[in-house]
């Protein structure tokens, strides 16, 4: 079977130097990052059309929708229409359904079929030797887990994911551990990846001195979205296009525990219940310049009303808690805290959005909200990856996506109520960086 460098060498189709060295790797799991344009789904392609070159092999391109499933697809088929002769092996029946499951057939019995993500249920079959999982991080990491790595387990399958970062979600923790083992050994199945769009000389062909490059580069700067850029552009984890509170800097945000201690008044409790979705409780403490501290939180599925008493036990003890607020939506779980000493009131639920500006504000000050350090690390991730709804036109619209979002609605309950009842309600909208960008004046959005 010919590698897949050995491939672009028979076809006299030739890598980048980007590309390069992944069409080159061994490994059995190959994790990628690149910038747009960089040339991800002409690799995935290459890649798996090398694979099919071995008799009887399954295979399948997966991604978040079956159109974007398509690309890599649509290679793989091109790759043996213009050389399947050459290559010893011809197309027997090759699906044209782009919005749709498709299925490409070989004559040496191989195959490769089209999955999305959007459709899980499809995602449980034999199992296969090969999966391209194109665009990875823009869907759960349970695709990847659940649904994806185990299909290649009995025909000890390999996998190449690529994508275009999505801000420091699942799949920057799965790359940097993936470049973890490869630089370490700890697993040597596992390879990671990385580029930015600058190194392919069919689009920028002077490199990171193209006119072009400098253009969108300067283009983006002035937009103040240079992080986008470096997203998009540059193979960078480094920002999320559409986070909620777009402020959010864990290096300014996130402080030793000692920092977070340093002038609190007082401790409270927040929590948002969930039984199929995780209970969330935080302790949130409020300084005498009225800023906010988050020290500790409970993040679990499943708790029963004595569990959660318990955990809550657990909290107040340590932290001396007396009173806090809990989801309004679940006032048994509010009430039964009372029989460990905490009274908890509704939380105040409110206006959404005024919450949001809310927070964003705090995240804007200097000290304004600290995280003490290992503490949270669920109220860091969803804060991370917490993001605006995209439209179907792919527009973000001023809706936050509701999911993976427990911690992050139990600090909006924490701040709101206790802005509320310290009579500090009004937001000053004009100094929230609101979706990646400066807000205008919003003052109908002040709360009266």
């Known amino acids: 079977m010919l590698t897949p460098l050995a491939l672009c060498r028979r076809i006299g189709e030739l890598p980048h130097d980007g590309q390069l060295p992944i069409l080159a790797d061994k490994h059995r799991f190959i994790a990628v990052v690149a910038g747009t344009r960089f040339g991800k789904s002409?690799?995935?392609?290459?890649?798996?059309?090398?694979?099919?070159?071995a008799p009887e092999t399954r295979g399948w391109c997966t991604s978040g929708t079956y159109d974007l499933a398509d690309k890599v697809y649509r290679e793989v088929v091109g790759i043996f229409r213009r050389h399947g002769k050459q290559l010893g092996v011809t197309i027997v029946k090759a699906s044209d359904t782009p919005l749709t499951q498709q299925t490409l057939r070989l004559s040496n019995g191989s195959w490769l079929a089209t999955k999305s993500a959007d459709h899980p249920d499809s995602l449980d079959a034999e199992g296969?030797?090969?999966?391209?999982?194109d665009e990875a991080a823009k869907h759960p990491a349970r695709i990847l887990y659940q649904h994806?790595?185990?299909?290649?387990?009995?025909?000890?399958?390999?996998?190449?994911?690529?994508?275009?970062?999505?801000?420091?979600?699942?799949?920057?923790?799965?790359?940097?551990?993936?470049?973890?083992?490869?630089?370490?050994?700890?697993?040597?199945?596992?390879?990671?990846?990385?580029?930015?769009?600058?190194?392919?000389?069919?689009?920028?062909?002077?490199?990171?001195?193209?006119?072009?490059?400098?253009?969108?580069?300067?283009?983006?700067?002035?937009?103040?979205?240079?992080p986008l850029f470096e997203q998009e552009y540059g193979g960078s984890f480094a920002h999320l296009q559409g986070r909620i509170w777009a402020a959010w800097d864990p290096r300014e945000h996130v402080r030793p525990l000692d920092n977070c201690r340093r002038g609190?008044?007082?401790?409270?409790?927040?929590?948002?219940?969930?039984?199929?979705?995780?209970?969330?409780?935080?302790?949130?403490g409020k300084t005498g310049d009225g800023d906010y501290r988050i020290v500790d939180e409970v993040y679990k599925t499943g708790l029963t009303i004595d569990q959660r008493k318990a955990e809550a036990a657990t909290l107040a003890a340590e932290w001396k808690i007396k009173q806090g607020w809990g989801d309004s939506e679940d006032p048994l779980s509010n009430e039964a805290l009372a029989d460990v000493g905490i009274t908890m009131r509704p939380a105040f639920k409110q206006d959404r959005d005024e919450g949001i500006l809310a927070v964003a504000q705090k995240f804007g000050q200097s000290g304004g909200i600290m995280i003490a350090s290992g503490a949270c690390p669920n109220l860091e991730r969803e804060i991370e990856n917490w993001c605006w709804r995209d439209s179907p036109t792919g527009r973000e619209i001023e809706e936050p996506v509701d999911k993976d979002n427990h911690s992050t609605d139990a600090l909006l309950y924490g701040v709101r109520s206790w802005d509320r009842l310290d009579g500090e309600g009004e937001v000053t909208p004009s100094r929230v960086v609101y979706g990646g960008q400066k807000m205008p004046d919003l003052s109908l959005f002040a709360i009266q």
């Open 42 to 53: 002409w690799v995935a392609g290459r890649w798996a059309t090398a694979k099919m070159l």
């Open 148 to 226: 994806l790595i185990p299909r290649l387990t009995d025909r000890r399958g390999c996998l190449l994911a690529t994508t275009t970062a999505r801000g420091r979600n699942w799949y920057w923790k799965c790359w940097m551990d993936a470049e973890e083992c490869m630089r370490s050994g700890r697993d040597p199945e596992w390879a990671a990846y990385s580029g930015p769009s600058y190194v392919n000389p069919y689009v920028f062909p002077t490199g990171k001195q193209d006119p072009e490059w400098l253009r969108l580069r300067a283009q983006y700067t002035r937009a103040d979205l240079l």
């Open 264 to 284: 609190v008044r007082e401790w409270r409790l927040v929590a948002d219940w969930g039984l199929r979705n995780p209970t969330c409780m935080l302790i949130i």
């Open 128 to 133: 296969l030797d090969f999966i391209v999982d």
